[in-house]
Protein backbone atom coordinates (compact mmCIF):
# COMPACT_ATOMS: atom_id res chain seq x y z
CA UNK A 1 0.00 0.00 0.00
CA UNK A 2 1.26 3.53 -0.94
CA UNK A 3 -0.13 6.68 -0.12
CA UNK A 4 -0.99 9.03 -3.15
CA UNK A 5 1.49 11.49 -2.03
CA UNK A 6 4.30 9.51 -0.82
CA UNK A 7 5.65 6.82 -2.71
CA UNK A 8 6.81 5.09 0.76
CA UNK A 9 4.62 1.67 1.98
CA UNK A 10 2.60 2.66 5.27
CA UNK A 11 4.34 0.03 7.41
CA UNK A 12 8.11 0.09 6.06
CA UNK A 13 10.01 -2.69 6.25
CA UNK A 14 11.82 -1.43 9.86
CA UNK A 15 8.45 -1.53 11.73
CA UNK A 16 7.43 -5.27 10.27
CA UNK A 17 10.50 -6.24 11.18
CA UNK A 18 10.44 -4.59 14.69
CA UNK A 19 6.98 -6.28 15.12
CA UNK A 20 7.70 -9.88 14.01
CA UNK A 21 10.80 -9.46 16.98
CA UNK A 22 7.97 -8.22 19.29
CA UNK A 23 5.68 -11.35 18.41
CA UNK A 24 8.64 -13.95 18.85
CA UNK A 25 9.37 -12.25 22.11
CA UNK A 26 5.83 -12.26 23.27
CA UNK A 27 5.81 -16.21 21.83
CA UNK A 28 8.90 -17.36 23.94
CA UNK A 29 7.80 -15.52 27.44
CA UNK A 30 4.49 -17.66 26.70
CA UNK A 31 6.06 -20.90 26.59
CA UNK A 32 8.59 -19.83 29.33
CA UNK A 33 6.02 -19.43 31.52
CA UNK A 34 4.15 -22.15 30.38
CA UNK A 35 7.10 -24.62 31.31
CA UNK A 36 7.90 -22.85 34.56
CA UNK A 37 4.28 -23.04 36.14
CA UNK A 38 3.71 -26.68 34.67
CA UNK A 39 7.13 -28.26 35.80
CA UNK A 40 7.93 -26.17 38.91
CA UNK A 41 8.32 -28.10 42.19
CA UNK A 42 5.96 -27.46 44.89
CA UNK A 43 8.27 -28.59 47.89
CA UNK A 44 5.57 -28.33 50.66
CA UNK A 45 3.79 -31.20 48.81
CA UNK A 46 6.98 -32.95 48.05
CA UNK A 47 7.96 -32.81 51.51
CA UNK A 48 5.38 -34.42 52.84
CA UNK A 49 4.75 -37.08 50.47
CA UNK A 50 8.34 -38.00 51.19
CA UNK A 51 7.93 -38.24 54.74
CA UNK A 52 4.56 -40.34 54.51
CA UNK A 53 6.88 -42.64 51.98
CA UNK A 54 9.52 -42.61 54.54
CA UNK A 55 6.93 -43.65 57.16
CA UNK A 56 4.99 -46.45 55.50
CA UNK A 57 8.78 -47.70 54.44
CA UNK A 58 9.85 -47.81 57.98
CA UNK A 59 6.36 -49.67 58.84
CA UNK A 60 6.36 -51.87 56.60
CA UNK A 61 9.83 -52.93 57.12
CA UNK A 62 8.80 -53.27 61.39
CA UNK A 63 6.11 -55.42 60.43
CA UNK A 64 7.81 -57.41 57.78
CA UNK A 65 10.70 -58.11 60.54
CA UNK A 66 8.22 -59.06 63.03
CA UNK A 67 7.38 -61.65 60.74
CA UNK A 68 10.59 -62.49 60.10
CA UNK A 69 10.58 -63.64 63.91
CA UNK A 70 10.87 -66.84 65.49
CA UNK A 71 7.42 -67.13 65.98
CA UNK A 72 6.95 -66.94 61.99
CA UNK A 73 9.49 -69.90 61.12
CA UNK A 74 8.12 -73.34 60.17
CA UNK A 75 8.54 -76.69 61.80
CA UNK A 76 11.34 -77.27 59.25
CA UNK A 77 13.44 -73.94 59.66
CA UNK A 78 11.57 -71.95 56.37
CA UNK A 79 10.03 -69.00 57.13
CA UNK A 80 6.19 -68.22 56.74
CA UNK A 81 6.31 -64.54 55.33
CA UNK A 82 3.35 -63.13 53.51
CA UNK A 83 4.77 -62.12 49.47
CA UNK A 84 3.59 -58.33 50.19
CA UNK A 85 5.47 -58.39 53.45
CA UNK A 86 8.51 -59.85 51.69
CA UNK A 87 8.37 -57.82 48.34
CA UNK A 88 8.11 -54.62 50.98
CA UNK A 89 10.93 -55.83 52.91
CA UNK A 90 13.29 -56.94 50.09
CA UNK A 91 12.47 -53.59 48.19
CA UNK A 92 13.18 -51.55 51.05
CA UNK A 93 16.21 -53.38 52.21
CA UNK A 94 17.53 -55.76 49.40
CA UNK A 95 20.25 -56.94 51.81
CA UNK A 96 18.01 -58.69 53.85
CA UNK A 97 18.21 -61.44 51.73
CA UNK A 98 22.14 -62.09 52.25
CA UNK A 99 21.11 -61.61 56.35
CA UNK A 100 18.28 -64.14 55.90
CA UNK A 101 20.88 -66.66 54.70
CA UNK A 102 23.40 -65.81 57.19
CA UNK A 103 20.98 -66.22 60.09
CA UNK A 104 21.27 -69.30 62.51
CA UNK A 105 24.22 -71.27 60.18
CA UNK A 106 26.45 -72.90 61.66
CA UNK A 107 29.83 -74.04 59.73
CA UNK A 108 29.23 -76.36 56.79
CA UNK A 109 25.27 -75.99 57.26
CA UNK A 110 22.68 -73.94 54.72
CA UNK A 111 20.04 -71.60 55.85
CA UNK A 112 16.92 -72.12 55.42
CA UNK A 113 14.58 -70.72 51.97
CA UNK A 114 12.08 -68.40 53.15
CA UNK A 115 8.77 -69.89 51.95
CA UNK A 116 6.53 -67.00 50.29
CA UNK A 117 2.72 -67.39 50.67
CA UNK A 118 0.00 -65.43 49.46
CA UNK A 119 -0.89 -63.91 53.38
CA UNK A 120 -2.74 -67.13 54.77
CA UNK A 121 -1.46 -69.53 57.15
Same mark, same amino acid.
Given at each position: ???????? #? $????? $????? &???? %?? =?? @?? @? $????? +?? *? %????? &??? *? /??????? @??? *???????????? /?? &???? /??? +??? !??? *?????? =???????????????? !?? =?? =? #??? $? %??????
Amino acid at each position: MSDSNNSR #P $VISGQ $VASWL &GVIA %FL =AV @AI @A $VITYA +YL *A %FRSTD &GVD *A /DRRLAQK @ALR *ADLESKAKGKLA /DS &GRNT /DGT +YHI !PIE *AAISLI =AAKPEVLVQLRQSNVG !PG =AT =A #PAP $V %FTNGTK
